[in-house]
């Protein structure tokens, strides 16, 4: 019998390899599949093109900006999708008044530091608040996200950067998932904040929250085998696609 299927969707400039020990780990129960979003500047086409390489039925994960991608899936095929696990993501659309304003000058910013310096340059800063303090002296795991970081265009950050000021409010889809749903995130995640995946957790009915504790932002990466562990449970728990 074929093995069910799991697609994986990485976070802003990142690629398969924040998904590496998971993917890997989940091979022997799951057919996976990372998705790469090329050139798309919206949300909406991301969630499009994820959804042109899938299987009919799958099940979805996603990480960061991946879990708004996650969420268009829902919004556009719901009935394909047999679970749903979100990481350190979230939900709102972007904010009007001066609390939009401080968000697309700190986005844009990392846009121009990515032009004028390089995308590596642009990483090194951003990481700074992407991970747990304590992990900051860890070069292996720095260099690794740097690396990831590096590989993609500043074209293609430009792209992701827009589809993230662009985005839409996904609570609508939350309060309408019908799948089993895993919301998590590092408990020292300072950019998508414990609180607001209890919010998520709140609105989607059959969820379980799951926090990893001492991790930030990058969960994935940070604390692989705890969030391996919770996306293992949760998909061995699936109904057959």
């Known amino acids: 019998m074929p093995l069910p299927h799991l697609l994986l969707l990485p976070g802003l400039a990142c690629d398969r390899e924040v998904w590496k020990h998971q993917e890997r780990s989940l091979s022997q129960i799951a057919t996976t599949r990372v998705a790469d979003y090329g050139a798309s500047d919206s949300l909406e086409k991301m969630a499009i093109v994820a959804l042109e390489g899938a299987p009919e039925r799958f099940a979805v994960a996603g990480h960061s900006m991946g879990g708004r991608v996650a969420f268009e899936i ?54 700074q608040n992407m991970v747990h ?10 260099e690794l996200i740097v690396e990831m970081f590096g590989r993609k265009s500043t074209e293609t950050f430009a792209c992701q950067i827009k589809a993230l ?16 749903a895993i919301v998590s995130c590092g408990r020292e995640d300072a950019w998508s904040t414990l609180s607001v995946h209890r919010e998520m957790a709140a609105l989607i009915p059959r969820s379980k929250l799951v926090v990893i504790e001492n991790c930030g932002h990058m969960a994935t990466m940070e604390r692989p085998e705890e969030v391996t562990a919770a996306m293992t449970a949760w998909f061995s728990s699936l109904e057959p696609s």
């Not at 919004?75 to 394909?80: L, T, V, Y």
């Not at 839409?168 to 309060?175: K, M, R, S």
């Open 74 to 127: 829902m919004r556009r095929a719901p009935e394909r999708v047999t679970g749903l696990a979100v990481f350190d993501t979230a939900y709102r659309p972007f904010a009007a008044g001066e609390q939009g304003e401080r968000e697309k000058a700190e986005r844009l910013g990392l846009v121009e530091l990515a032009h004028s310096r390089g995308m590596r340059a642009m990483a090194r800063q951003w990481v």
């Open 165 to 180: 000021l662009e985005r839409p409010d996904a609570a609508p889809v939350l309060t309408g998932i019908r799948c089993p």
């Open 133 to 142: 303090p304590a992990r900051l002296s860890d070069e292996p795991l720095i």
